[in-house]
């Protein structure tokens, strides 16, 4: 496994909209240290210009959407893919279709330092959406605790 979780990314959220969603994300990231104090502005700045959401129909019909929020690595301090679920669906905007809303339940944030970074482990979460099989992807989508998500991801992805 080249891309990195930790244990302690791991995050569930309640929240509804998509600014108090990576806001929760982002004071929580900081305080793990593994973003900078400008953080929050480019990721919600980068969602809106180019968004995240990603619909899973071509996964498998009865899986939730995603997103995959990220920004330059200036921002950031380490290399990990964040995972989080979400209790309630949070409107972000189709990567393909931008005019497109989506309610989305689960996001993999990523944190990459260097500079192309981000492609590759968008690429990484891309190839384990692809690869792994519908039934395992709607375990992984209803897990609502941290620790099981963790688990999973490690034994997995």
Do not use: C, W
């Not at 929580?28 to 968004?51: A, D, I, M, S």
Request: negative net charge; charged residues 20%; aromatic residues 10%.
């Amino acid at each position: 496994m080249t891309t990195e979780f930790s244990p302690d990314a791991v995050f569930t959220s309640r929240q509804t909209e998509q600014d108090e969603l990576l806001a929760e994300i982002y004071t929580k990231l900081l305080k793990l240290g593994y973003v900078k104090g400008n953080f929050l502005t480019h990721v919600v700045e980068r969602e809106q210009k180019f968004p995240t959401g990603l619909d899973t129909k071509s996964l498998g019909s009865d899986l939730p959407n995603i997103a995959i929020p990220h920004t330059e690595g200036q921002f950031v301090n380490t290399q990990l893919i964040v995972p989080v679920a979400l209790e309630n669906p949070v409107v972000f905007h189709n990567m393909t279709k931008p005019e497109e809303a989506l309610e989305v339940r689960f996001l993999f944030m990523l944190l990459d330092t260097k500079p192309d970074g981000q492609a590759k482990l968008l690429a990484e979460v891309m190839n384990f959406l692809a690869r792994t099989p519908e039934k395992k992807l709607q375990i992984l989508f209803n897990l609502h605790e941290t620790s099981s998500i963790y688990e999973f991801l490690q034994q997995n992805f």
